[in-house]
């Protein structure tokens, strides 16, 4: 499994969505439909981004999720943290510990600090984890808006619309439509 | 499983003991014994360190590994190829080609260039692997060696010593003690 799973990928394909479409609540199954993607899967995926508060979920038949802040203030790194968990890149298992020389017992020196190996680790870690705090969703949604048709936006925006206008009551029990 | 894997970890030990000790040339089981850890597992990353150049393998009594380039040469980047193999961070499924309206006939202009999405990550990537790459195995044999003092240098040399006289014919069959 690669390291930033597809979890992240349909999440950020969610969000995208949203910040183009703000006057717009869109339930999880929605969303699913919209992109062709597993709606039990992605059921799983926005409750996560709702807990770290970069989505709201509003109920009633007009409900659904919306983004709890501006696109401007989420970055690739919050929504990854928030769908992943801090996930390190490496779990040191203190091989340095384990020096024959030592016969079973490692002196303070060898086994104080962080180990070398893992701090260059560490390094690189910090690096990726900047360049995600960087980016944020704005930035990406003005990128892909840039090659985005208007007559794809027009047909997007009557599909929605025709979702919401379709709702029934057994849907509208939950916002989320969870399953 | 982490991104980076407990045989980066082993491999990476390994080196730094070769860096120190460039008189000796240590077999694999002999490095494994060194460190605590398993001689078969071990036997598995040093021959692709071998493939990629980075240490190069003698045959004989006194054979083993030894680097094939300065230390200063060789950076975490290059060793963590070597041994994992280009790892993606990300492996993009391509969520944007499968919306509604497309109904299954993406057009060109959603699916030419990378996704962008895709790009940020990889943008994260290149950061996280210009990071490793400009951390070299030198560097961080200096930073251990401040720390070590010289008595477990001289413990460790008597170590190896003692390994390399004790060497059977048998053993000596190949340089690499594969098994």
């Not at 969000?15 to 709606?39: F, H, I, K, T, Y």
């Not at 919306?66 to 490496?90: H, M, N, T, V, W």
């Not at 929605?160 to 939950?174: L, V, Y």
Request: charged share 25%; proline share 4%; hydrophobic share 40%.
């Amino acid at each position: 499994m690669a390291y930033i799973t597809v979890s992240v990928e349909y999440g950020i394909h969610c969000l995208l969505w949203l910040v183009d479409n703000p006057q717009r609540s869109l339930s999880s199954r929605e969303l699913a439909e919209l992109q062709g993607v597993s709606p039990s899967f992605l059921a799983k995926i926005l409750p996560r981004l709702e807990k770290a508060g970069i989505v709201k979920a509003n109920e009633g038949i007009r409900g659904g999720y919306r983004l709890a802040l501006p696109a401007e203030k989420i970055s690739f790194l919050a929504i990854i943290d928030a769908i992943e968990g801090y996930k390190p890149l490496f779990e040191c298992q203190e091989v340095r510990q384990r020096c024959a020389v030592f016969d079973g017992a490692p002196p303070d020196w060898a086994i104080s600090d962080t180990c070398s190996v893992h701090k260059v680790i560490l390094q690189a870690e910090k690096a990726m984890r900047d360049a995600l705090a960087t980016q944020t969703l704005a930035a990406v949604a003005s990128r892909v808006n840039r090659i985005t048709p208007d007559s794809f936006i027009h047909d997007v925006s009557s599909w929605m619309d025709k979702k919401i206008e379709t709702r029934t009551i057994r849907t509208s029990k939950t916002a989320r439509n969870k399953t």
